[in-house]
């Protein structure tokens, strides 16, 4: 026995059909990794560079870092081994990433008549990057050490698309970095200049 077709269905059908052929993925961005090997090198008179990466993201809210398409502890790692060099003989400098965090704070909304015609800003995002530079020399010789710290924090607005935040925090850890970059440089040539190989 043939069951008859309601006639709705084949709109309907017709519908869900067009509304699944227009939908589309979002496209996936790949952002570059961050360099800093066009800046100057930073010769050290040691025989070896070590990175260590203290930090450990709790990999919960507030923290975020662990989510964003450019990682700051992988950043600052970059810049060591992009601006660090060791050129001596003997003796051991060790990079020390003692925090690399990104946490996000979401921020109350306007409420009532007000809140219909405004754009509101959805979270506060704060970001610290800190790490220090300790060097030792051969049999204990001498011991120096520079840090830096360098921190930054930037809004989001509601209704902000997927592609649109992370491009806005790529380019918010990207510049947080030139900030550690330029503090650590300041730091290094203050506090260990006997340690920089000599021309």
């Known amino acids: 026995m043939k069951i008859p077709t309601a006639p709705f269905l084949l709109p309907a059908l017709c519908l869900c059909l067009l509304l699944t052929a227009c939908e589309s993925?979002?496209?996936e961005v790949k952002y570059p990794e961050l360099r800093f090997n066009h800046l100057p090198v930073i010769e050290l008179n040691v025989a070896r560079i070590d990175i260590v990466e203290q930090y450990r993201s709790p990999l919960r809210p507030p923290n975020v870092e662990h989510e964003l398409p450019l990682a700051?502890?992988?950043?600052?790692?970059?810049w060591a081994n992009d601006r660090l060099r060791a050129v001596g003989s003997s003796g051991r400098a060790v990079f020390v990433i003692a925090d690399a965090s990104v946490k996000a704070q979401p921020l109350q909304?306007?409420?009532?008549?007000?809140a219909m015609f405004t754009l509101d800003q959805a979270a506060r995002y704060n970001a610290r990057l800190e790490a220090r530079l300790e060097v030792?020399?051969?049999?204990?010789?001498?011991k120096g050490f520079a840090?830096?710290?360098a921190t930054r924090q930037r809004t989001m607005p509601?209704?902000?698309?997927?592609?649109?935040r992370d491009d806005a925090l790529y380019r918010f850890v990207e510049e947080a970095t030139k900030d550690f970059d330029r503090v650590m440089v300041a730091n290094i040539d203050r506090h260990l200049a006997p340690f920089k190989a000599s021309r």
């Open 109 to 114: 909304k306007k409420k009532g008549l007000k």
């Open 136 to 142: 030792e020399t051969a049999a204990g010789l001498g």
């Open 25 to 27: 993925p979002l496209q």
């Open 147 to 149: 840090a830096a710290a």
């Open 158 to 164: 509601e209704a902000v698309s997927m592609n649109d």
């Open 72 to 78: 700051p502890a992988k950043a600052m790692r970059n």
